[in-house]
């Protein structure tokens, strides 16, 4: 089993940023990938970046791409969301999710572990 824990959301204006970090603990040698989703309220849940454990390789969404970056530190067993230029519209919670299968995938469905979300709002 895989256990994730999000932690960094909060409170931001327009254009500031913020870092997120998602804890893994269990048997985290099982887990190929690590993705964040975000889930504005009354949408859906939508992908916005990915990354492989082992080589690094990274996937973002066409609306997060240039202003947020994926990162995982192996040996802290731990994946950072670098949130860069902030909008309005990026206001959602934010969830940490690990795939124990072939990684990069966009879809919540890809996704085998999640954690219980952090909350991200971005006042204009």
């Known amino acids: 089993q895989v256990q994730l824990v999000e932690s960094g959301g909060g409170l931001v204006q327009a254009g500031g940023s913020l870092r997120l970090s998602c804890a893994a603990s269990g048997r985290t040698f099982r887990s190929y990938a690590m993705a964040w989703f975000r889930q504005p309220t009354g949408k859906e849940r939508e992908f916005v970046a990915a990354?492989?454990?082992?080589?690094?390789?990274?996937h973002y969404a066409d609306s997060v791409k240039g202003r947020f970056t994926i990162s995982r530190d192996n040996a802290k067993n731990t994946v950072y969301l670098q949130m860069n230029s902030l909008k309005p519209e990026d206001t959602a919670v934010y969830y940490c999710a690990a795939d124990l299968n072939y990684g990069l995938g966009s879809r919540p469905t890809d996704y085998d572990y999640w954690g219980q979300g952090t909350q991200v709002t971005v006042s204009s």
């Open positions: 990354i492989t454990w082992r080589s690094g390789s990274t």
